[in-house]
């Protein structure tokens, strides 16, 4: 549709609802009237909050499950066999190292050792007169020699006889705690037969594991802290040692740390919760968990740069309750959005709050 009007010698001309203006022939050239919606204006620019990227410094902690296990721990067991004529334990007692726990029958291994002493007596005088008569040539030296081997023989015999009476006195092979014992007085042994098991409490041995990851950060010597269910105090351990293979299935690294235990508030299988302190990280770079996006191929991040929004890429790492380690994809004084990042996409103009 067009409509055409002459006013004062300026031709108006409206055609498809837009406004036309002509001054009179030869003067001037057509224009479009301004504000007639012609769409050349810029959009404006998004509002965004931004985080300056820096270096500092975290901790680097990690959290897990343990169980307290005794420094030492044995079933005492019966070496020879017999009739247990003596048991010399009270129950939840402290024993010494090289106590005597119980003692069998050796009324036949004594018997036996008192016949080879009369046997070596003998031998000895025996050995003597002959040495004697050798000196004269009265016997050959072949007579004189096998006296002399019986001598050696039955001081071999000897220590044998000396050997069993020593299994029939059963010692604590250190000291500790005497738990309940298997079997009473008069009972008949058997070698490997259970007598009582003896725990060493002080110091007590602290084992847990953590994720594979962590086993470059892991050291013996390094101080861990653990504590107990229902105790609010926290308690410091040693690590002793570190085991020197992953467990397969879980992908796990064993560690056994060590703590004193001289009031024994400790029992061996009690559950612990581990708190490690790994080495510190003096240079990470931490930026604002509502910064990163999720996506297919990993996860990113909007940076500024010359009034735009650039999308990057990152590896993350260590995680706090506020911030993510950032280990690839950002460098220090890079401007991260941190606000309205949903109605952000690539090459989007911004405007810094």
Request: no cysteine.
């Amino acid at each position: 549709m067009r409509t055409i009007m002459l006013v004062g010698g300026i031709i108006i001309v409206l055609v498809l609802g837009k406004l036309f203006v002509f001054s009179k022939p030869g003067k001037d050239k057509p224009s479009e009237a301004k504000g007639s919606g012609s769409g050349n204006s810029v959009g404006g620019a998004v509002p965004v909050n931004v985080y300056v990227v820096k270096r500092e410094s975290i901790e680097n902690q990690i959290f897990a499950s343990g169980t307290v296990i005794p420094n030492e721990e044995v079933n005492v067991m019966a070496e020879a066999s017999g009739r247990l004529v003596k048991l010399n334990i009270q129950e939840g007692a402290y024993i010494e190292k090289g106590q005597l726990i119980g003692k069998i029958n050796d009324r036949e291994l004594q018997a036996q050792l008192q016949k080879v002493s009369y046997n070596q007596e003998l031998t000895r005088k025996i050995e003597a007169r002959q040495k004697k008569l050798l000196n004269v040539e009265a016997i050959n030296l072949e007579e004189y020699d096998v006296t002399s081997n019986n001598i050696r023989i039955l001081e071999a015999e000897k220590e044998v006889l000396a050997a069993q009476l020593e299994k029939t006195e059963i010692r604590a092979p250190f000291s500790g705690r005497i738990g309940l014992k298997y079997i009473s007085e008069g009972a008949y042994l058997a070698p490997g037969t259970p007598i009582v098991t003896i725990v060493q409490s002080n110091p007590v041995k602290v084992d847990f594991t953590v994720p594979e990851k962590y086993a470059p950060n892991i050291r013996v010597g390094n101080v861990v802290k653990f504590s107990l269910d229902g105790d609010p105090s926290t308690y410091r351990a040693k690590i002793l040692a570190i085991d020197p293979k992953v467990e397969e299935s879980l992908r796990t690294l064993k560690v056994r740390a060590t703590a004193p235990n001289p009031s024994g508030r400790f029992v061996p299988g009690m559950f612990v919760k581990i708190l490690a302190d790994l080495d510190a990280n003096k240079s990470a770079m931490m930026i604002p968990t509502e910064a990163i996006v999720p996506v297919l191929k990993g996860k990113k991040v909007f940076v500024v740069k010359n009034g735009k929004a650039q999308e990057a890429m990152v590896v993350t790492g260590l995680r706090t309750d506020k911030k993510v380690q950032v280990i690839e994809g950002l460098q220090p004084g890079d401007s991260l959005i941190t606000s309205g990042i949903i109605a952000i996409k690539p090459n989007t103009v911004v405007r810094v709050n």
